[in-house]
């Protein structure tokens, strides 16, 4: 089982749509989450980290459950340029020299 | 100026031959990384450097081995290349472990015929 779960998708939304993701992470000494962003043959970026208490960022909202060991993510109001694929990362606390990645769930917003 | 840059961005050899991939940041981070992005696209860490100093080997063959001249360059040295060595491998950097952002090199796509 891999270490941080996301489904693939593809997710195919229209402009305009709310799409949300959702992440599992199977090691309780997680610490550190984030949400990285991958364009298509591009190297991954940071879209945003994720805190407990939840976060926004404009149009984007993170969320962490930690009891169910869970991270998700919102887009709202979905742009063509949102299209990409949105990876889940988490670092350990006994580790902090890594990142883990999920596989990555797919976006495709069309007009 | 880009803040991680790698070259070459595309690499086809042959089995059996020896390549090099260099790696440099100019974001004076004090750690770097090397991750391979299989054909499944999962990132997977392989190596991890702090300070010039080896932190992490992630069960990668000796195949592989890393060279920091210095905190800003980490290069990849591989030996004797097979098929399944195919990937887009990434470098990156961060400051001080990760707690806070890793900033990607633009990857190397390396093709083994």
């Known amino acids: 089982r891999k270490e941080v779960e996301q489904d693939p998708g593809p997710f195919n939304v229209p402009e305009g749509a709310t799409v949300a993701f959702n992440c599992t992470y199977s090691n309780s000494a997680s610490q550190s989450f984030f949400w990285y962003r991958q364009d298509c043959r591009k190297e991954p970026k940071l879209l945003m980290s994720?805190?407990?208490s939840g976060n926004e960022d404009g149009r984007f909202t993170a969320q962490l459950n930690r009891a169910s060991q869970y991270i998700s993510l919102l887009i709202r109001d979905s742009k063509l340029s949102d299209s990409a694929t949105y990876l889940c990362?988490?670092?350990?606390?006994?580790?902090?020299?890594?990142?883990?990645f999920g596989t990555g769930t797919r976006l495709q917003v069309f007009p | 100026d880009t803040a991680v840059s790698q070259t070459p961005k595309y690499l086809v050899t042959q089995m059996g031959n020896d390549k090099s991939i260099k790696c440099e940041q100019n974001l004076g981070h004090d750690t770097m990384y090397w991750y391979k992005q299989d054909s499944k696209k999962f990132l997977k860490i392989m190596f991890s450097y702090n300070n010039k100093e080896l932190i992490i080997n992630e069960t990668v063959p000796n195949r592989f081995s890393p060279k920091s001249p210095d905190k800003a360059h980490l290069n990849l040295h591989i030996n004797s290349l097979e098929l399944g060595d195919s990937a887009v491998y990434f470098c990156a950097s961060s400051q001080q472990r990760l707690n806070t952002e890793a900033f990607f090199g633009q990857g190397t796509r390396l093709t083994v015929v």
């Open positions: 994720v805190y407990s």
């Open positions: 990362v988490v670092t350990l606390f006994y580790n902090t020299d890594k990142l883990i």
